[in-house]
């Protein structure tokens, strides 16, 4: 069973740009989350979906991060306008689909905004 | 709102020599607990969960963890560690109340001495 993938892993862009984050979630897993952790914090929630829908995106620090998850399958998360703050790791992680699981993540895309 | 403490930034650990990291959380109910490691280069790995039942649970890489309701702790511990140790770990606490999003620590880095 593949696990879930992220892309790019390495992402450095310049302030002002856009960049656009891939998840691909462990095949038959309905839950997605998003997860980041900027220098020297904690790993912070971002947002969740089921499916294709939105549960909770309180973690969402503002309207410059957009996320998306099209047919319920990979999700993206496009930042727009980057700013210097929004560098960090971008984890993604995916859980079946009743109860509560486990959540296996992914390897992580550091972003780089200079 | 749930917390999640981890008062060791930094331990540095002997090869062969005992390791416990500690873990405080803070919560209204019975929360499920998770301990998470990442290597250098690697994504987070779940190494072990608590969700009820025995409060001692064993995981991955012969790593066991307790959870303690009146001390609101959730040690791991090692008996004897490998230089393959050597990672950054993580505990963190879900609910469903919560939504499911996971709240993580600050994280442990164990750097494993020859």
């Known amino acids: 069973e593949a696990g879930v993938t992220q892309f790019p892993s390495h992402s450095v862009i310049e302030k002002g740009q856009t960049v656009t984050l891939r998840c691909d979630p462990i095949?038959?897993?309905?839950?997605l989350y998003w997860y980041r952790r900027v220098m020297g914090k904690e790993i912070k929630f971002l947002l969740h979906f089921v499916k294709e829908s939105k549960q909770d995106e309180s973690g969402m620090p503002n309207n410059r991060f957009l996320a998306e998850r099209t047919g319920g399958t990979y999700s993206t998360l496009k930042v727009q306008p980057a700013e210097l703050e929004d560098s960090g790791v971008y984890f993604c992680?995916?859980?079946?689909?009743?109860?509560?699981?486990?959540?296996?993540f992914g390897p992580g895309t550091r972003l780089t905004v200079t | 709102a749930q917390s999640v403490t981890q008062p060791d930034i930094h331990i540095t650990v002997s090869e062969g020599a005992s390791l416990e990291l500690r873990c405080n959380y803070s919560?209204?109910?019975?929360?499920?607990l998770f301990w998470y490691v990442q290597s250098p280069g690697q994504g987070l790995q779940l190494l072990l969960k608590y969700f009820s039942g025995d409060t001692l649970v064993q995981g991955i890489k012969g790593f066991e963890a307790e959870f303690k309701r009146s001390q609101s702790s959730f040690n791991l511990r090692k008996p004897s560690v490998h230089w393959s140790d050597a990672a950054e770990y993580f505990c963190?606490?879900?609910?469903?109340?919560?939504?499911?999003?996971?709240?993580f620590g600050g994280g442990t880095r164990v750097l494993v001495k020859p």
């Open positions: 992680a995916s859980s079946r689909d009743r109860g509560f699981y486990e959540q296996y």
């Open positions: 963190a606490v879900g609910a469903k109340a919560a939504g499911n999003k996971l709240t």
């Open positions: 919560y209204g109910a019975t929360p499920y």
């Open positions: 095949s038959g897993h309905d839950n």
